[in-house]
């Protein structure tokens, strides 16, 4: 069960950035933060200040399910390491994708349309063994790898080390899914 939960909060903070665009398209009105009747700023400033409000949140969240995780998640196995190649390439293309594709969502669709949209590839990447790439952990220093282990097995590695061209093991991982750990 702890798993699962974690797995759906690891995928509700990979799509988070994706919400922000809705947001930013369907210039949803974002409650506590209203305009005021004369504001002393133009329309411009405040609604930058309001997505900027968003993109701190979604950037606290996803420290938080990474501080979380390091609590709860069940540690691992040490992984030795045959191959290891930096993932960002492999997985950044995909999700700027994805932010286009919500950016392209005209009036036609109601703000309750583009969150079942947002719901539905939550419960996808909840169902799925995928890495939860989140270029927000990339704010607090963690980057992805894809390892091959002596084994033969594939995995994504999000760490916070930068050099590991001659990284023989992973230690102190926790288990996000079978194919994706983190290592604190």
């Known amino acids: 069960m702890k798993s699962a939960i974690f797995k759906f909060l690891f995928s509700l903070s990979s799509f988070s950035g994706i919400l922000l665009f809705l947001v930013i398209n369907k210039c949803v009105d974002i409650p506590y933060i209203?305009?005021?009747?004369?504001?002393?700023?133009?329309?411009f400033t405040l609604s930058f200040i309001k997505y900027l409000i968003i993109l701190l949140i979604i950037v606290l969240f996803a420290k938080i399910v990474l501080?979380?995780?390091?609590?709860?998640?069940?540690?691992?196995?040490?992984?030795?390491?045959?191959?290891?190649?930096?993932?960002?390439?492999?997985?950044?293309?995909?999700?700027?994708?994805?932010?286009?594709?919500?950016?392209?969502f005209n009036d036609g669709l109601s703000?309750?349309?583009?969150?079942?949209?947002?719901?539905?590839?939550?419960?996808w990447l909840l169902f799925e063994n995928v890495s939860y790439f989140n270029p927000f952990f990339l704010f607090w220093g963690y980057r992805f790898y894809e390892i091959e282990s002596s084994n033969d097995i594939t995995t994504i590695i999000i760490s916070k080390r930068k050099d590991l061209k001659r990284m023989k093991e992973f230690k102190n991982l926790t288990r996000i899914n079978n194919f994706t750990f983190l290592e604190y």
């Open 111 to 123: 703000a309750q349309t583009c969150f079942l949209i947002f719901l539905l590839f939550i419960l």
């Open 34 to 43: 209203n305009m005021p009747a004369h504001p002393p700023v133009n329309d």
């Open 67 to 104: 501080w979380l995780s390091e609590k709860a998640l069940e540690k691992s196995d040490n992984i030795q390491v045959r191959k290891i190649k930096p993932a960002e390439g492999v997985f950044l293309p995909i999700y700027i994708g994805l932010f286009v594709i919500a950016l392209s």
